[in-house]
């Protein structure tokens, strides 16, 4: 009885516990009812408003709404299966897509704005939220795309960007530093900022519509020029100089750049670049010269002397290394105001003194350096080696007080004694304190060995023999008229007969003859000789004409020129008028001494030309003082005058200029026919060079006498 009651019990408790059960899963039934009800919802909500895609982990898409078709103009079987790129417009870098990619893969939500192209290739803009779905383990195995099109409002917000860029462009290119300026295909006018006009000063107004050769003729020519030139690819850039209110400016334009395709209009760009082109200058001059005297400093002198030395042609030049005796005492006890008047007072004295082609450096103290270009013969050197002595011995005037002082000079040449410029100088260096331990105020050659010096001290010694045993002879180089093409007269040079030697080139013993002062006794030999072999003309009743004879600034400074040459006329019995003697422009220098002496000369009935004319320092007004009646061009102006017009242009001003002060011309060097044509063109009166004879013996010299034929 009690076991059955029991089993009542449980029977009941089941039957309980099945109701619970079955009242629990109907509220779990209905609850997920109204689950999916609610998802179903939501789907259709989502689906109405929103573009909605599936994709899998490879990107492939595996749903997409009727909003995603409808937008992508791309029907549905047309885009399950396929890759999302199908929708790619291009737009996003690689690299966009790569981190978008990164952030769903580790199961984060992304969010975006990006633009997708459509079937039919319009673009249009979706802000997208991508959301990873998760497997158990965490790990993404779908992604569900929600897209909203928010193409309308980016195109407002670019429409509102690109006006707003416009009014702040506006603004900005009215005040950029720099001119800009719209033209036409003719080149006029259509628009320019402020700058620009400032540049051209001249107002907006006046420029627009205009043509800009109104304002700017030699740019507008530039902007034609150029455009014909220019390629897509040049970026080419340009200076011009205009003179605008008494002032030059300096602009800088950029190549003219397509503007506008559909009315070929161009850009281009103007800044004004004076004042930075004035510092460049300046910063550039400072780093170049010497601050004190305006030369050049010592960077600028081995620049150009490894600019010289890398010159494939190899050309001689010489260096000249000068210093100033006594300078450093004056400096000492007076103070360095009179020193630094002094140097600067030196600086343009050899300015005065050196070919315009030459550099002149300040190395430091009273130290400078000549880099003569292109300058190889020693007596070509010694001639500007004297002109530099005599410029300096002048006195100089500082605060009422007077001062003298002299230099002394070491010179080398290019290759021979070195091959780079701190080699060069120091060279000349060596070769200048030679000068001073021999108490001497001049200048000296350098020697690269004891031998050397020893065989210039044998020919030193030769050359003293030579003047008293009389090995010296005249050879005659004629000068010719070119209207008659026949010889009008001839210049005595020496040469040296050596009893061993041969012939010494005068190059090999006048520039030692000048450094030891023999050049004062062979030059009186050469006096004799010429008015000697004149008067054996003479009395064999050939035709007299005139003989020209050097006179070295040693020998125009003795005392006894005068006299000397007096002597010699009268002894010989010659007409004086036929001699003739040759002076350099440095003996101008020394005014009141050369018109003294010259004058004298004049007395004596001797005629006076100006040899080496055009590469020394005398003034016009002084050669007008001068009883001169040649005047001789140097056979550097006549060597590059065809290649060179600016030569010419020199050449053909010395000879109108003769004309004008009654004197003759004769052009040294002459060579070539060319030579000949442009100095016959410029009414040159006699020409001297190989084109006509080489320097010949006196007895060949004869012949021109006696045939008295044209030689052109």
Request: a negative charge; glycine letters at 4%.
């Amino acid at each position: 009885m009690k076991q059955r009651e029991n089993e009542m019990n449980i029977h009941e408790e089941l039957q309980r516990d099945l109701e619970q059960l079955r009242t629990e899963n109907a509220r779990k039934e209905a609850i997920l009812q109204d689950y999916l009800r609610n998802l179903t919802d939501i789907k259709s909500a989502l689906d109405e408003a929103a573009i909605v895609a599936m994709t899998d982990l490879s990107g492939r898409i595996t749903y997409a709404n009727d909003k995603f078709c409808e937008i992508s103009k791309y029907p549905r079987e047309e885009l399950i299966g396929k890759n999302h790129r199908i929708i790619n417009s291009g737009y996003h870098p690689k690299s966009f897509f790569k981190d978008m990619w990164q952030t769903i893969l580790e199961g984060r939500v992304w969010r975006g704005e990006i633009r997708n192209r459509a079937k039919n290739g319009s673009f249009y803009w979706v802000y997208t939220t991508i959301v990873p779905f998760l497997n158990d383990h965490g790990k993404p195995y779908q992604f569900v795309s929600i897209r909203f099109d928010i193409t309308d409002k980016i195109v407002a917000e670019e429409k509102l960007r690109e006006a707003f860029k416009k009014a702040l462009a506006d603004r900005i290119i009215q005040s950029m530093p720099i001119g800009l300026f719209v033209l036409d295909q003719d080149m006029h006018v259509r628009s320019v900022n402020y700058e620009g006009s400032k540049i051209l000063h001249v107002a907006t107004e006046r420029l627009l519509h205009q043509s800009l050769d109104r304002f700017a003729a030699k740019l507008y020519g530039e902007i034609l020029r150029r455009m014909s030139n220019w390629d897509q690819k040049s970026t080419i850039q340009f200076e011009f100089e205009q003179a605008l209110d008494h002032r030059i400016y300096t602009v800088r334009m950029t190549r003219p750049q397509l503007f506008d395709e559909m009315d070929g209009s161009y850009l281009i760009t103007m800044e004004d670049i004076t004042e930075r082109k004035e510092a460049e200058e300046t910063i550039n001059f400072m780093a170049y010269h010497d601050e004190l005297t305006g030369l050049a400093n010592r960077r600028a002198l081995m620049e150009q002397i490894q600019k010289q030395t890398s010159d494939t042609q190899n050309h001689q030049f010489a260096v000249i290394l000068l210093d100033l005796d006594r300078f450093k005492t004056i400096n000492d006890s007076l103070g360095h105001g009179v020193g630094d008047n002094i140097l600067q007072q030196t600086a343009e004295r050899m300015k005065a003194g050196v070919p315009a082609d030459s550099m002149i450096a300040r190395m430091g103290g009273d130290e400078f350096v000549v880099l003569l270009s292109q300058m190889g013969q020693k007596e070509e050197v010694c001639k500007i080696a004297d002109r530099l002595i005599e410029v300096l011995e002048e006195p100089f005037f500082v605060e009422g007080a007077t001062f003298h002082l002299s230099a002394s000079m070491g010179i080398s040449f290019y290759p021979r004694d070195g091959q780079d410029g701190e080699t060069l100088i120091k060279h000349a260096d060596i070769a200048m304190y030679r000068v001073k331990d021999r108490e001497e105020k001049s200048y000296r050659f350098y020697t690269t060995s004891r031998n050397e010096v020893y065989e210039q001290l044998i020919l030193e010694n030769e050359l003293r023999e030579a003047i008293e045993q009389d090995q010296f002879s005249l050879y005659y180089q004629p000068q010719v008229d070119t209207s008659t093409g026949k010889v009008a007269g001839f210049e005595a040079l020496i040469r040296w007969i050596h009893p061993t030697r041969g012939i010494v080139p005068p190059l090999d013993f006048i520039p030692l003859a000048e450094e030891t002062g023999l050049i004062v006794p062979i030059g009186e030999m050469v006096i004799e000789k010429a008015c000697k072999q004149l008067a054996l003309v003479q009395a064999r009743g050939y035709q007299p004409l005139p003989v020209a004879v050097n006179l070295s600034i040693r020998q125009f400074r003795q005392a006894n020129l005068v006299q000397h040459i007096a002597e010699v006329i009268k002894k010989t019995g010659i007409d004086a008028k036929l001699l003739e003697l040759e002076i350099t422009e440095s003996l101008t220098r020394d005014v009141d001494h050369t018109l003294k002496v010259m004058k004298e000369l004049q007395q004596l009935g001797v005629h006076m030309s100006m040899d080496d004319f055009g590469t020394g320092y005398s003034s016009l007004s002084l050669i007008n003082q001068l009883p001169i009646s040649k005047l001789k061009i140097d056979q550097s102006f006549i060597r590059s005058m065809v290649e060179e017009r600016s030569y010419q242009t020199i050449v053909s001003t010395i000879i109108v200029m003769a004309k004008h002060l009654n004197m003759r011309t004769v052009a040294e060097g002459v060579e070539t026919q060319e030579q000949l044509r442009l100095l016959m063109e410029y009414d040159c009166d006699l020409i001297q060079g190989y084109l006509c004879s080489k320097p010949v013996p006196a007895k060949e010299a004869l012949c021109f006498w006696e045939e008295n034929e044209s030689l052109l």
